[in-house]
């Protein structure tokens, strides 16, 4: 156990650094003025050239990338205009727009992200799984294929049609939710609940129609095994040999799927965040590549590759778990 | 008198256009023990299914009455269907590893059966499995029932389907192929094992088996199928001893016996051969290990050989033996990881791929898979002139006139050339696979379990056409296989496999008639016997043999 840790801790430090070192290569080849970017377009050549000096901008992509690892091992000091400021391991960098320290804004920033990412994970599981039960159990019925043709629906309908769908039915038609907004769990949890469950919602109707689907075909070929009939055999009802047999089958599959899924709604619950006025990490990502905010973009994509990374490596620990012929290594 | 365990009138199973079972009637008293004998598609799995009533909801027509222990199977609802089934008629699946769970532990998996049927706690039920483990020979039952099924062996995982069958305490068990997954040396273990649970709870048994070797070691009766329908019922000692139906009769010619000489016939043996051209192909102290450091697994261990042109050298072992990783070895699709090879006086085991090249078509293999060792998506004729083609052949006409030669020599009709696998049935599909071996002119075949996946009938014919071949061409043939009774009918020389080593290694009638090794001795009292009556003298010989 202890060696499989470590090696997943190599590999995901490997994988970290090669996406920090492929997002320096893309920038320094992209089009655009990054200074005169970030001084704005009011800005003098000199005012630019003053902040190209500022910001280092005329080092070599190299010595920018050097620059960049040494305030992760060891903290780096900025000069401000006016004074240095100093940003203490681990550091990613500064805003180039904002003056801002990433690690800073990150952290500012997870919480509302976790909060949607979390809650919205919770509904689309209970929400998935369950339907996919329901439509095993249901099988050959209409409900079935009710069940079916909903979660196709799911799957087709675009985050933004079904938000806000349901923003104009439950706050503006209805008036039984306020509009959603984001309260800090620690300030208020009710409201903090009462807030996101609009988010929540929509994207847990379209993540789950997924899972749903999932489930509801690796139930079925689970039923279809020998052992399911080995207790069928022997007199065990339906809803055991669903409940505990074929749900069993589905569990692996469905642990497989959320883990890639969940990581990757950190850096990638953009619309939903978009649409309901939510300050998390995908609007700030989406935001700092338009002005060509290096920092704050590798900054981002190191924290929503950090969470891939660890969901993966949590999900094949599950997995082991759930399975006991799979052997870590 | 009293009516029957089970009475099964008129019975027919349709799975669409196919009739698997067609006006089947039967009885079987308290106690009693039926075997239902038969080939692939005889019917037999299907009319064992249809007596706990297993074909509903599974989109095949059942008509006919099936009625067991009180219970009409047709008739009862939902509820009654279940309370027969495992509390009053129990089946034992056929597949040992696919028929638990692989996720829940061996005890828990027998304890929810248990608590289906009676209202205990989960304690008792737990209690009630450790029982039923230990009855049937699981050492250490307490803790081997938390054990996954994964953890088992094949034939601790057959006893805990038969400890599972016991639970409740059955009218009847339903065995269904129950050893035919399982070494034979297994197979006679828990053949004994359901012959002492019956004498002790006076339960009755229907075995289904392809074997009739294993009816006769276990039942009393008979009944042998044959397209759905019954051929012959009978007593066993009747039945298998003087059968009156011409189909038994031909189905028991079929059957290879441990205890017979190979038909007689003009067989140049390996003497006639060797003297003048030296052995064919040569393994001195063969190795091949697996893996590195602590896992590390010697699958061969230090096997030395010889194959003369025209001779059969039987290999003979039981699984993981290690025989088809020598085999593969011998024809160099696995490097030895020690030893040496020598093919005509040459040394092949050390050559690279390149200078071993020019003798790879001269070493062939003939798979057990005949389904999966043929490419599906391509003719028969294709795959038959892919070693052709290999060999640098590209004139069309020539290509084709070689196919349907070899396809004729194996007994097929060459304007089949443009047909694909599925359309031939299993024997055919290893006769192709035999052609395509051929199509290299190979001066050496070895061939990995040919005929275990072949019915008996079909078995006797491919057997008869390998030896046809061989004395044809007067090639060195190496025959491996599990199935002792088979290697006796091929092979002129036998070499017995355990663990990577030889243990024994001889004239096939010397090794078969006076064995010298403990392990032979105990194979060979495995073995099951045509004939009931000697069963039970060599059940006793067998307990004395596991003592010693």
Same mark, same amino acid.
């Given at each position: 156990?202890t060696?499989?840790?470590?090696r ?9 650094l ?7 290569a ?43 690892l ?17 940003c ?18 990150i ?7 976790g ?16 339907t !996919? =039960? ?5 099988? %050959? @019925?209409?409900t079935? *294929? ?6 196709? $629906? ?15 039915v439950?706050?503006?038609t209805l ?56 207790f069928?055999?022997? !007199? =065990? ?5 669903i %409940? @505990?047999?074929?749900? *069993?089958g ?5 642990? $497989? ?14 619309l939903?965040?978009s ?27 190191l924290?929503?590759?950090?969470f891939v ?21 | ?8 009138e ?28 038969g080939e692939s ?9 249809a007596?706990?009533?297993l ?5 095949a ?5 099936v ?41 828990d ?20 499995a450790?029982?039923v ?7 250490d ?11 088992f ?8 389907l ?44 229907l075995?289904?088996?392809h ?10 009766e ?7 329908r ?23 010619a079929s ?36 893996g ?21 050298l ?9 025989k ?29 791929e ?12 003939v ?6 060792s043929?490419?599906?998506?391509r ?6 002139a ?5 060999a ?13 030669g ?25 006769r ?31 057997i008869?056409?390998l ?27 036998v ?39 000697r ?8 307990s004395e043999?596991?003592?010693?």
């Open positions: 156990m060696g499989f840790l470590l997943r801790l190599g590999g995901a430090v490997f994988v970290l090669s996406l920090t070192v492929i997002l320096y893309v920038f320094y080849v992209a089009p655009g003025d990054v200074a005169q970017i970030a001084c704005g377009p009011r800005c003098s050549p000199a005012q630019v050239a003053q902040v190209t000096e500022q910001l280092r901008l005329d080092d070599p992509v190299y010595t920018q990338y050097g620059h960049f040494q305030g992760i091992v060891a903290g780096r000091d900025f000069s401000t205009g006016t004074g240095v400021d100093h203490s391991a681990p550091c990613l960098g500064v805003s180039y727009q904002s003056d801002q320290q990433v690690m800073r804004l952290l500012t920033k997870l919480p509302v992200t909060s949607l990412v979390v809650g919205a994970f919770v509904c689309w599981i209970l929400l998935g799984v369950g !996919g =039960v329901l439509s095993v159990w249901r099988r %050959g @019925r209409i079935e *294929r009710l069940l079916t043709w909903l979660t196709l $629906a799911g799957t087709a309908t675009p985050v933004f049609v079904i938000g806000l769908l349901l923003i104009i439950f706050c503006s008036q039984w939710l306020p509009s959603p907004t984001y309260v800090p769990f620690t300030e208020d949890p009710e409201q903090w609940a009462w807030g996101l469950l609009l988010p929540w919602v929509s994207l847990a109707l379209i993540e789950s129609a997924k899972y749903a689907r999932l489930t509801r075909s690796s139930m079925l070929e689970t039923l279809a095994e020998d052992h399911v009939r080995t069928r055999a022997y !007199g =065990v009802g339906e809803r055991a040999v %409940g @505990r047999h074929a749900l *069993r589905a569990v692996a599959p469905v642990i $497989a799927l959320s883990a890639l899924d969940f990581g990757s709604m950190f850096g990638g619950a953009v939903t965040e649409l309901f006025g939510i300050p998390g990490l995908g609007r700030e990502l989406v935001h700092a590549v338009k002005v060509v905010d290096l920092p704050v973009v590798v900054g981002m994509v924290v929503t590759g950090f990374v660890l969901a993966n490596a949590v999900a094949d620990m599950l997995y082991a778990l759930a399975d006991r012929r799979v052997v870590l290594s | 008198m009293t009516t029957p365990l089970v009475q099964v008129d019975l027919t199973v349709d799975f669409g256009d196919v009739r698997a079972v067609d006006g089947l009637s039967f009885t079987l008293e308290a106690g009693a023990a039926l075997g239902v004998v598609g005889s019917g037999k799995s299907a009319s064992a299914s007596l706990l009533g074909h509903r909801g599974t989109g027509r059942v008509t006919g009455t009625r067991v222990a009180g219970t009409d199977v047709g008739a009862a609802d939902e509820a009654e269907l279940r309370a027969l089934r495992g509390a009053k008629a129990a089946m034992v699946f056929q597949d040992p590893l696919s028929s638990l769970d692989p996720y829940y532990t061996v005890g998996q027998i304890a929810e059966v248990y608590r289906v049927h009676n209202r205990v706690s989960r304690r008792a039920a737990r209690a009630r450790v029982e483990l230990d009855r049937v020979g699981i050492p039952a307490v803790r081997r029932s938390r054990s996954r099924p994964h953890e062996s094949g034939g601790m995982r057959q006893r805990a038969i400890a599972m069958a016991l639970a409740c305490e059955p009218r009847l068990i339903v065995a269904d192929e129950p050893t035919t997954a399982l070494d034979v040396t297994v197979q006679a273990q828990i053949l004994d094992l359901l012959h002492d649970l019956r004498r002790e709870t006076g339960t009755a048994l075995l289904v088996t074997d009739v070797g294993v009816a006769a070691e276990s039942v009393d008979v009944l042998v199928m044959q397209h759905g019954a051929v012959e019922r009978g007593p066993a000692v009747e039945v298998l001893g003087a059968p009156r139906q011409p189909y038994t009769r031909e189905l028991l059957v290879p016996r441990v205890d017979a000489r190979r038909p007689a016939g003009p067989v140049p043996g390996p003497r006639a051969a060797a003297p003048e051209t030296g052995p064919l192909l040569e393994a001195l102290g063969l190795r091949r290990e697996f590195r450091g602590s896992s590390r697994v010697t699958a061969v261990d230090d096997v030395s050989l010889t194959v003369h042109a025209g001779e059969t039987g290999i003979v072992g039981e699984s993981g033996s290690g088809t990783t020598l085999g593969r070895m011998l024809v160099r699709l696995d490097d030895p990881t020690g030893g040496r090879l020598r093919y005509g006086g040459r040394e092949i085991g050390s050559l690279p390149k200078a071993f090249r020019p003798f790879r078509r001269e070493l062939q293999m798979f057990q898979d005949p389904v999966a043929l490419n599906p998506r003719s028969v004729g294709e795959s038959v892919d070693p052709l083609r290999a640098g052949e590209t004139d069309e006409t020539r290509i084709r006139d070689r196919v349907s070899l396809l004729e020599r194996v007994g097929l009709d060459a304007g089949r050339y443009e047909r694909y696998p599925h359309e031939f049935s299993g024997g055919q599909r290893q192709i696979g035999i052609a395509r071996v051929l199509a290299a002119d190979p001066k050496l075949i070895v061939c990995d379990e040919p005929v275990s996946a072949l019915d008996v009938t079909t078995q006797a014919q491919v008869a056409l030896g046809e071949l061989q004395r044809e061409l007067g090639i060195g043939l190496v025959f491996i296989a599990h199935d002792l009774a088979v290697v006796r009918q091929v092979s002129d020389r070499a017995v496999m355990r663990q990577g080593r030889i243990v024994e290694q001889g004239a096939v009638d010397e090794v078969y008639g006076s064995p010298q090794d403990a392990y032979t001795k105990q194979l060979l009292a495995a073995v099951p016997t045509l004939d009931p009556a069963a039970a003298a060599r059940r006793a010989a067998r043999l596991a003592v010693a």
